[in-house]
Structures are given as C-alpha cells and as structure tokens.
C-alpha cells in the first residue's frame, strides 16, 4: 500500500493511474467532456469494475446515468500522482538509449523537466542533445544539487549501475527510474523502478513459444 496524502492506495492502483490519465486526456484532445467507467476502462486496457474500484481510493467520482467529468477527473488523478508541481531530471547514461530519452518530447505535457545529462566517456562529455551539455559523471553531486534534481534515469552499463545508484541517493534522490539491467539495492525510503527491456521481450517469447505448442497439440 502507499499513502497519497491521507489516502492509502495499493501500488497496482498506483500503477494504473497514469493510464487512466493518458486516456483521460486522449479524450479532452478529442473534445471529450464526459466519459463512462466503460468507455474510460476499455481507453485505459482494464475492466469497467477495476476502473471503478481503483477510482474509489481516491474518492467519490461520476454521476450515474451521466458518467466522469473528464477535466475534473484528470485534476484528480494529476494531484494523487503528485505532477502539480514540475519533477526535475537528470539522465545518467548518455548512450544511444540515453540519448533517445533525453529527446523524448513527452516530457513537459507529463510535468516533467529534463535538467541534466551526465556520461563519463570523453568523446560524450561536452556534447550537446536537446538544448543541454552533457556533464562529467565526477560532478554528479554538484550537478543535482544546483539543478535542483528530484528524480534521476539510470541509463548506464550493468556494471556501474550501482555505483551511480549510491550516488545518487547519497545525493538525496528519492527516486530512480532504472535502465540498467541489474537489481540495485537501495534504501527502504528510496523508490527503484526497472524498465528491462530484455526480461520483457523473454517474457513475450515465453507467450510466443507456448502459443506455438498450443497450434502444434492442435494439430498433432
């Protein structure tokens, strides 16, 4: 469970939020103003009766028979995730995967900044990619505390990983979005999240290999 004011939320709830705000906003853009649990579950890839149960923590929403105000909704679930204030961050890792983070366009709409960039090879140090130089990895606590860094993206080798990592929260940085292809261990007050690109594409190999057996059984 986590606990969004003095509201306590499971963190699958948590991770389905954001969903819910991008669908919510794909039907502003549209000209969208109320929407269903239906409509909004199916825009979102859950259930109607999941959608509503995870609506429930944060409080009393809809109207029978006329649905969710799409603006309201959206205000709410912005404050709960915590974007009513813009996240600064820093990318560590200014590789070819790094780089494309650093010129994801998505950033602003999402209250987000990119305010940092920072590699430790000499031909990457002194670059420029989307309006700002990458930094020297050596100077990596000075570079968060003056750019005022509240969340780092860990884009780096394996084996440096955790190096960085303990960096970074040495730092005061709370919160990692992780890349790198290993397990850090941090703090119980510091907050990992693992994209691993690899384990994924496993994962749907797994569903790849089992959908082919299935087809094989069948006509065997």
Do not use: C, W
């Amino acid at each position: 469970m986590i606990e969004i004011g003095e509201v306590t939320v499971p963190a699958a709830t948590v991770a389905r939020l954001p969903y819910y705000l991008r669908a919510l906003r794909d039907l502003a853009a549209r000209g969208v103003r109320t929407t269903s649990s239906t409509e909004l579950a199916e825009a979102s890839g859950v259930g109607p009766a999941q959608l509503r149960k995870d609506l429930s923590y944060l409080g009393s929403f809809g109207t029978r028979g006329v649905g969710y105000d799409v603006g309201s909704l959206d205000a709410v679930i912005t404050s709960a995730l915590g974007l009513t204030s813009e996240h600064r961050l820093a990318i560590i890792g200014v590789g070819n995967l790094g780089l494309a983070l650093a010129n994801y366009s998505g950033y602003a709409s999402r209250g987000f900044q990119v305010a940092a960039l920072l590699d430790a090879a000499d031909e990457v140090v002194g670059t420029t990619t989307g309006g700002l130089t990458v930094e020297h990895v050596d100077d990596l606590e000075a570079v968060l505390e003056r750019e005022g860094v509240t969340m780092v993206v860990l884009a780096t080798p394996g084996p440096v990983a955790q190096g960085i990592a303990d960096r970074v929260v040495g730092a005061g940085v709370r919160e990692i979005l992780s890349f790198a292809p290993v397990a850090l261990q941090v703090p119980d007050d510091v907050v990992v999240r693992s994209v691993d690109v690899g384990g994924e594409l496993q994962i749907l190999a797994f569903h790849a290999a089992a959908r082919a057996a299935t087809a094989a059984r069948a006509v065997s």
